[in-house]
């Protein structure tokens, strides 16, 4: 089967096409086959390609979203079916540890991502979990294959951050970075949903226009405008409730200073740098909760997979590149130029 793999890690020009031999034909006894009809590309698989700690299995294919056909289950699958229009949750448990029989799939000791841990779904076909395939909810319109590619991976990660780690209410201020990037514009939507007040950020005056509607209250250009200035002026100098930051270094101090007292931060993310600083005695004067989130548990996925098909949330995509174009793919992503998922047509 054709793949997009890396073989050594490194820069883009390490991304290469190729023929593997096939997935397993008859899957595990709790696994499906999924026949890949589009998979979307995340920040992750940059770190992937660029190395990551990582006990690497080269040639390593990419890719952590994805949705398809199923097209075999293992004998103990009974929800299941051939021919079930699926999507992917790219996070694996293993179902056994503390965090995992306490309902927390995400906090797993032996926790997996699709193409970072595991072969991933820039490729015709992946064995995984039942417990990590989603049926595509019917909708009118329906989900095209690069939506359903395009939703687990960020709206999971958004879901729990704003909900289930900064429980974000009605009323509350939340100030977003950055957003081009599908975290940013799921945050967006979910915390609209929780009838929040949201400022995002951009250095493109277009997404900023994109975002408002999208349904921003505020956008702001971080290139020409003082963030932590404006949602104070924005604020009647209380500040934001809750920070929503996975860009890191560049944007920490300004994320604390734009802060509430009582306010929360919470990161999912550190593309500009892993290392910030605080002052205690702010922290603890101000009262205000520092949160880290990755991915989400089952109950969660559930959670946003019911939503997707009440039409509450619907992922943006930004542009869908042929299989044959993936490093392309991959260079817009580089840039910082998307607006929404970037996603690979892998099969028509
Ligand atoms: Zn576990």
């Not at 989900?143 to 729990?160: C, D, I, N, P, Y």
């Not at 999912?268 to 005695?281: E, F, N």
Request: hydrophobic share 45%; glycine share 10%; proline share 5%.
């Amino acid at each position: 089967m054709r793949a997009w793999v890396i073989r050594a890690t490194g820069s883009l020009d390490r991304i290469e096409l190729t023929d593997l031999p096939p997935a397993a034909a008859t899957p595990g006894p709790g696994d499906v086959r999924v026949g890949i009809r589009a998979a979307a590309l995340n920040h992750l698989d940059l770190h992937v390609v660029q190395g990551l700690p990582l006990e690497y299995r080269f040639p390593h294919i990419l890719g952590a979203d994805g949705a398809g056909v199923v097209e075999a289950v293992g004998r103990d699958v009974a929800a299941l079916r051939p021919g079930d229009r699926v999507m992917l949750n790219p996070g694996i448990a293993d179902y056994s540890c503390e965090y995992c029989r306490a309902g927390e799939h995400s906090l797993c000791l032996n926790y997996r991502l699709l193409g970072e841990h595991v072969p991933g779904t820039l490729t015709e076909s992946v064995v995984v979990p039942a417990q990590n395939v989603a049926v595509i909810p019917t909708l009118v319109p329906p989900l095209g294959w690069a939506e359903a590619a395009a939703f687990s991976l960020v709206t999971l990660t958004a879901w729990r951050m704003l909900v289930t780690r900064a429980q974000v209410r009605a009323g509350e201020t939340v100030l977003i970075w950055g957003i081009g990037g599908g975290v940013a514009l799921a945050a967006l939507r979910i915390a609209k949903l929780r009838g929040a007040k949201v400022i995002v950020t951009s250095s493109s005056d277009a997404k900023l226009q994109a975002a408002k509607r999208l349904g921003a209250d505020v956008t702001l250009n971080h290139t020409t405008q003082k963030i932590s200035q404006e949602v104070r002026a924005l604020t009647n100098k209380r500040g934001a409730d809750v920070v929503v930051d996975s860009v890191g270094e560049a944007t920490w101090d300004e994320s604390l200073r734009a802060l509430a007292r009582g306010g929360r931060v919470v990161s999912c993310g550190a593309t500009t740098g892993p290392k910030v600083g605080i002052d205690l005695r702010r922290l603890f004067w101000y009262q205000w909760s520092i949160l880290g989130s990755t991915m989400g548990n089952d109950a969660e996925y559930r959670e946003i997979v019911r939503r997707l098909g009440t039409g509450e949330l619907r992922p943006l995509v930004d542009r869908v590149y042929p299989f044959g174009e993936a490093r392309a793919a991959f260079e817009r992503l580089a840039r910082g130029e998307q607006l929404g998922k970037i996603v690979i047509q892998v099969a028509e």
